[in-house]
């Protein structure tokens, strides 16, 4: 018998031509965690892509790993518009995409992205802060939380003048001095780190240079599509 699972809230996390006129759409909801469904008809809909970014209320049938989607309204208007900051958006849905299990239900992680959605859209806080926070907290409770307050023996206190190796599986190690490698790192960046929107900006280079070493040990060996298209953004002159 197909289940039926009636207006849950939802964010759109990606979206993919199926057949016709249908997407197949990967969701984000609290109560179901990460589910794939087919969106009937949608493509012939007028702002069929405007769902992204936007708090969805959604219904769903079916059964397996593929169900339907049976209704689609949003809650809201779309958190941001300019395309720049929806590539941002589009890292934010592939890192939930690529770290969390599907089908397990998680409500910090849908109000960690709707909050960090949010203050993306109201223009208040650096945007580098931001994912840094989103990195920092998915990375958490996914599993895979950092320590960032004291070195690897989880007693002594991270010291701003010193440098440290941190090794994944265990935390900051102090050595004696710096390195090009992405795990080399000043105490004062560890620092940092801990309160991730109040980063200063002679952080956030070293900050973003450590995060992006942490998360890529946990993703594997596929690129992430949305860090290829800011590259290509940063390498194009503006017309």
């Not at 952080?203 to 992006?212: E, N, Q, T």
Request: charged share 20%; with cysteine.
């Amino acid at each position: 018998m197909a289940r039926k699972v009636q207006l849950q809230p939802a964010y759109c996390m990606h979206a993919r031509a199926y057949r016709e006129s249908s997407q197949i759409v990967d969701m984000l909801t609290p109560g179901h965690g990460l589910i794939a469904a087919v969106h009937r008809g949608s493509r012939k809909q007028r702002g069929a892509n405007r769902i992204l970014f936007t708090p969805l209320l959604i219904s769903w049938s079916g059964n397996g790993e593929l169900f339907t989607l049976t209704h689609v309204e949003s809650q809201g208007a779309r958190h941001f518009d300019l395309p720049g900051m929806s590539v941002v958006g589009m890292y934010l849905n592939e890192l939930i995409l690529r770290l969390t299990p599907k089908s397990s239900p998680s409500q910090g992680i849908f109000d960690l992205y709707r909050s960090v959605v949010m203050a993306l859209g109201g223009n208040e806080i650096p945007c580098e802060n931001l994912l840094r926070l989103f990195e920092i907290k998915l990375l958490e409770k996914t599993g895979h939380g950092l320590l960032l307050d004291r070195e690897a023996d989880h007693e002594t206190e991270i010291q701003p003048h010193a440098v440290y190796r941190y090794d994944v599986e265990s935390g900051p190690v102090r050595i004696g001095q710096s390195g090009p490698a992405w795990n080399i790192l000043q105490g004062t960046t560890l620092i940092a780190l801990q309160s991730p929107l109040e980063m200063k900006h002679e952080s956030r280079g070293a900050a973003k240079k450590f995060m992006r070493g942490m998360i890529d040990q946990h993703l594997g060996s596929r690129p992430l599509r949305s860090r290829e298209i800011l590259q290509f953004m940063r390498m194009t002159p503006p017309d």
